[in-house]
């Protein structure tokens, strides 16, 4: 079992930044492929970024540039930089065992970008 706990949203005017974390605890967890996803009012979830074990990172095309993913063992953050209203969501962490194909998902943290 792996327990995620998201913290530093906010709100904040456009063109501002946020960093975002994710305590994650469990047995094996710093192996795990870990990620931020963000779910808009009336959208789908979909994935911002993530990062392997090894520290390769991928991006959505609507956040490359600015936003950053990094990670410590088993803790995971997201530096957003020049936020903009399209990124107000609720951002989820997720840890993802590649082998098992198990997902473990925190409660999320809400990010609102004002005009």
């Known amino acids: 079992q792996v327990y995620l706990e998201e913290s530093g949203g906010g709100l904040v005017q456009a063109g501002g930044s946020l960093r975002l974390s994710c305590a994650a605890t469990?047995?094996?967890?710093?192996?795990?492929?870990m990620g931020w996803h963000r779910q808009a009012p009336g959208k789908q979830r979909e994935l911002v970024a993530s990062?392997?074990?090894?520290?390769s990172t991928s991006y959505a095309d609507s956040v490359k540039g600015r936003f950053t993913i990094t990670r410590a063992n088993a803790n995971v953050w997201l530096q957003m930089n020049s936020l903009k209203p399209e990124d107000t969501a609720v951002y989820y962490c997720?840890?993802?065992?590649?082998?098992?194909?198990?997902?473990?998902w925190g409660e999320g943290t809400q990010v609102t970008v004002s005009s």
């Open positions: 469990g047995n094996g967890v710093s192996m795990y492929l």
């Open positions: 990062i392997t074990s090894g520290g």
């Open positions: 997720l840890a993802y065992h590649l082998l098992t194909k198990t997902n473990y």
